[in-house]
């Protein structure tokens, strides 16, 4: 796959340290854990805005997706990935750069080039840790893999199906045959895992909440360049709307991806204080966008949630393993429907709040990753839940260690979201459209060969 997937790292080299083979795990993860998930010193990669690289959950703490305590086993399996392969980096080009930059920033051109080449080679490229990351999940989940049945389903967009594919290939093995190619999104009303694409209203109905982002980024926006201009006068800062000053502070994290370090100029050119202000507008994006702040957001999450609850209370014949790669455009509606971060009222468009519960940087970083366990231990059924390797509590719910919420609980839970979310027709405008993620439940023998695609065939080319 020729210039495949290099800006985004979908995973980062946290996970690299379960993957080698040949040297100390322990100590690997110890050196990659004091780097990016450091506790004790400001971290900009905990500050990134969903726009960095992958950082673990709860941070600087240990491996949390470990084995079932005993008299348990694990039955079942739901996975969705945030392939964010990249951020978009079209909208560059519309930056009054002119390219007579400052000469210590004079690579700025380059830099642009080689976001836009996403090559596949890099520290954090794609190529690298997607497939350490799928042998790792082969040694975990290996036992709950049955022959003929249909276990990887992506997005239409190339560059997702692409990461399904490098998962999919290192999980099995080996090459992916036809019996076991991606099944690709319908994109047919509920029955999505692009459900922005076919919730009508929600497209027509959330223009308010790109003002509040905009609003809070112009108070920041002003305040840079006012400094900017101050210590570096020559150059025309003014020119600069607070939308390009944020595309500015974004070619910090594509140069980290880049080149795999914290330490360039881009980061350095702008303040701690300033950072955060990235992240709290990224945050606020987000949250009104496609988050808990978007009163459609429910209705983008729930039919996921649903399809994945029924088949947690199925018999293992309906299938064991579910990987699911999408966008954020999924996964953070699911992770605001189930509350697993509850954000105590609205982010406020001013500024953060103390209780800043709602951070992308942490929660839905490149390579984000839900995972929702079935456990039997000894005839009682649980779901065990985590987001970026951390543990992750059910609302309401009287978790047993290790073991998590006894099932009928975590159903109770998603019958009040659905009470909640409603009927999809009606909330999203559309007519006799399916209100459930059906494709989910099919195994190999609903598919013919038409209907299964390769990551590299009948993929929407999007050209990020």
């Known amino acids: ?48 805005g969903g726009t960095g690289p992958y950082v673990r959950l709860p941070l600087g703490g240990a491996f949390a997706v470990g084995d079932p305590p005993e008299g348990c086993k694990i039955e079942q399996v739901h996975m969705d990935v945030l392939s964010k392969i990249k951020e978009k980096v079209d909208d560059l080009d519309s930056l009054p750069l002119g ?46 893999v049955r022959p003929r049945t249909k276990m990887w389903y992506s997005a239409r967009r190339k560059r997702v199906q692409e990461t399904a594919e490098l998962f999919a290939t290192a999980f099995r093995g080996r090459s992916l045959s036809k019996e076991f190619d991606i099944v690709k999104d319908p994109q047919d009303g509920a029955n999505t895992l692009g459900p922005i694409e076919t919730c009508r209203k929600w497209k027509t109905d959330s223009s308010d909440t790109r003002r509040i982002h905009e609003e809070f980024s112009k108070q ?31 070619l910090c994290p594509l140069r980290i991806m880049t080149t795999g370090s914290i330490n360039n100029d881009w980061c350095d ?25 978007n009163p459609k957001s429910i209705n983008l999450g729930f039919p996921w949630i649903k399809s994945t ?21 999924l996964l953070i509606p699911v992770v605001g429907a189930l509350n697993l971060f509850s954000q105590p009222g609205h982010l406020p468009p001013d500024g953060p709040p103390r209780d800043w519960n709602f951070r992308s940087s942490r ?14 231990c000894e005839g009682v059924l649980y779901v065990r839940i985590y987001l970026n390797e951390g543990y992750v509590s059910v609302p309401g719910c009287d978790e047993t260690p290790g073991r998590g919420c006894p099932m009928q609980k975590f159903v109770d839970h998603v019958e009040d979201i659905g009470r909640a979310a409603g009927n999809w027709n009606v909330k999203c405008g559309t007519q006799d459209e399916p209100e459930e993620m059906e494709f989910l439940y099919k195994t190999y023998s609903d598919f013919d060969e038409s209907e299964s695609a390769s990551a590299s065939e009948e993929a929407t080319s999007d050209g990020s």
């Not at 920033?105 to 350490?132: S, V």
């Open 220 to 250: 920041y926006g002003k305040r840079i360049r006012e400094r900017l201009q101050g210590t570096y006068a020559k150059f025309p800062w003014s020119d600069f709307s607070s939308l390009e000053i944020q595309l500015l502070q974004r």
């Open 309 to 329: 609850t029924e088949l947690l209370r199925s018999e293992p014949s309906k299938g064991t393993l579910f990987f699911s790669f999408s966008q954020d455009s």
């Open 99 to 144: 390219l007579e930059f400052i000469s210590r920033w004079a690579d700025l051109e380059d830099q642009y080039k080689i976001a836009k080449l996403i090559r596949g080679d890099g520290e954090y490229a794609a190529t690298n840790t997607i497939p350490l990351w799928g042998e790792l999940l082969k040694d975990k989940y290996s036992h709950l």
């Open 363 to 376: 929660l839905f970083p490149m390579g984000a990753r839900l995972v929702i366990e079935r456990l039997n």
């Open 1 to 48: 796959m020729h210039g495949l997937l290099y800006t985004s790292a979908v995973l980062s080299c946290a996970i690299r340290a379960f993957a080698f083979k040949d040297t100390n795990q322990s100590e690997a993860l110890g050196k990659l854990d004091a780097r990016l998930n450091a506790r004790d010193d400001w971290n900009i990669l905990h500050h990134l």
């Open 269 to 293: 050119l702008f303040t701690r204080e300033e950072w955060e202000s990235y992240e709290y507008a990224r945050d606020l994006n987000h949250y009104y966008k496609i988050g808990p702040g």
